[in-house]
């Protein structure tokens, strides 16, 4: 069974340098590895020195990478039921379809189809494993919930069968003016639904998909570590490790540097203090960029030494259910949490969990469809909802 390592992190802190790394020590363990890019400012090809394309383009032996076109992906699997959801309405003018589509392709909709393309290779089996180098958090977070968001939509936009819109088709063409999408369409739509689901199982599978995150010591970088796994774990992910980038070295004897030495220590003390749960690898901050093989070897022999950091380092169990005296409960794991930040609703068959602008749908299980939520309580980074 192949395994597919994400790494994702704010923008500018070394993910691309940091799976670059991982690819090619893989690699050179003759491990078959495949590294992808979803981020749309692809920069593998920059790093490996090599015009990576998109199509699997094969580097160095048991190296491959591939910089995913994601509008293509979107055209190749979207295309159709975007022109079902523009028929459905009919437009008074050109202007108002075009501004139709900016609407159907929500913020984030072309990276999900990288993933599904990355959902594609892993399935082809031909990879011991594939390293995913992500676009900044903001895109990758908002990546990451909607497969589940999407495929809720969805389900709530079209719920009736195939067999109801042959008929429903014609009457509602003549009728309200709508047209339905066509038999193509709906195929497509149930294809992707069914492809989205499989994509999130695949995702968060514990044996097969690990989610690492880059840092580096600074206040605000750390700060939306925080955040970003707060929300990897809101949504179910297993982050298994977290590596400590640009750190800067003792033997430097600048005077300039002290200070950023001392704010540096303070930072990593927090990240200790605070990520006690999970690996840590600490990179140095090196005197040149990191470009090309030799930077990257640099920081395989400083940092990533040991054959077990392509395994999984570490399996988080973030949702469980517990049969009490009286009912149920439900325990969501969410560390850095603060009861002020959520809200909590029950939805038909839902239970949802909202925080920000993130909001997790968790399906009710059968046992309780007669159960309603009675109370809720947040204790040291785990949320316990209770059924009655
Ligand atoms: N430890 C390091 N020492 C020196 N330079 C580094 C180090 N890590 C990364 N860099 C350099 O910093 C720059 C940004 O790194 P990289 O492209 O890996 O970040 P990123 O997180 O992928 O950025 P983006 O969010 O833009 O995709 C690159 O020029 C890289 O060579
Ligand atoms: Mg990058």
Same mark, same amino acid.
């Given at each position: 069974m192949g395994r597919i390592i994400i790494f994702t992190g704010k923008g500018g802190v070394g993910k691309t340098t940091v799976a670059a790394a991982h690819a090619l020590k893989a690699a050179r363990e003759g491990k078959r590895t495949l590294i992808v890019s979803t *981020?749309?400012?692809?920069s593998l090809s920059d790093i490996f020195m090599e015009d990576i394309k998109n199509e699997v383009t %094969?580097?160095? =032996?048991?190296l491959w990478a591939l910089e995913v076109d994601a509008n293509y992906e979107m055209e190749q699997y979207y295309g159709s039921i975007l022109n079902a959801f523009k028929k459905m309405i009919t437009f008074a003018n050109e202007e108002d379809a075009e501004s139709f589509e900016d609407i159907v392709t929500f913020p984030g909709m072309e990276e999900l189809f990288s993933l599904l393309k990355i959902k594609e290779l892993y399935e =082809?089996?031909?990879? *011991?494993l594939i390293v995913v180098d992500c676009a900044p958090t903001g895109e990758t977070l908002s990546l990451l919930k909607f497969p589940e968001l999407f495929a809720w939509y969805m389900e709530k936009l079209f719920p009736i069968g195939k067999v109801a819109l042959k008929i429903i088709r014609p009457i509602s063409k003549a009728a309200f003016k709508i047209e339905m999408p066509d038999n193509v369409a709906i195929n497509d739509i149930e294809k992707l639904y069914i492809k989205l689901f499989e994509l999130q199982n695949l995702l968060r599978n514990r044996d097969i998909c690990s989610i690492r995150l880059v840092t580096i010591p600074e206040k605000m970088v750390l700060e939306e570590t925080k955040r970003n796994y707060m929300y990897l774990n809101l949504y179910n992910f297993n982050v298994d490790g977290l590596y400590i980038n640009r750190i800067l070295p003792n %033997?430097?004897?600048?005077?300039?540097f002290d200070e950023w030495k001392r704010i540096q220590k303070k930072y990593m003390e927090e990240i200790h203090s605070v990520f006690t749960h999970i690996p840590m690898y600490e990179i140095n901050w090196y005197e $040149? *960029?990191?470009?090309g093989i030799q930077g990257l070897e640099r920081i395989i022999e400083d940092?990533? %030494?040991? *054959?077990?950091?392509? %395994? $999984?380092?570490k399996t988080t169990v973030n949702e469980t259910f517990e049969k009490l005296e009286k009912g149920y409960k439900l325990n969501v794991y969410l560390p850095?949490?603060?009861?002020?930040?959520f809200d909590l609703f029950e939805s038909g068959i839902d239970i949802i969990i909202k925080m920000g602008n993130f909001k997790r749908i968790i399906p009710m299980p059968?046992?309780?469809?007669?159960y309603s939520i009675s109370k809720a309580n947040l204790n040291e980074g785990c949320l316990s909802i209770y059924f009655e």
């Open positions: *981020d749309m400012a692809h %094969k580097i160095q =032996k048991d =082809k089996d031909i990879y *011991d %033997k430097i004897e600048n005077s300039f $040149v *960029d990191i470009n940092s990533l %030494k040991g *054959d077990d950091i392509f %395994k $999984v380092l850095f949490t603060d009861k002020r930040d059968n046992i309780l469809r007669n």
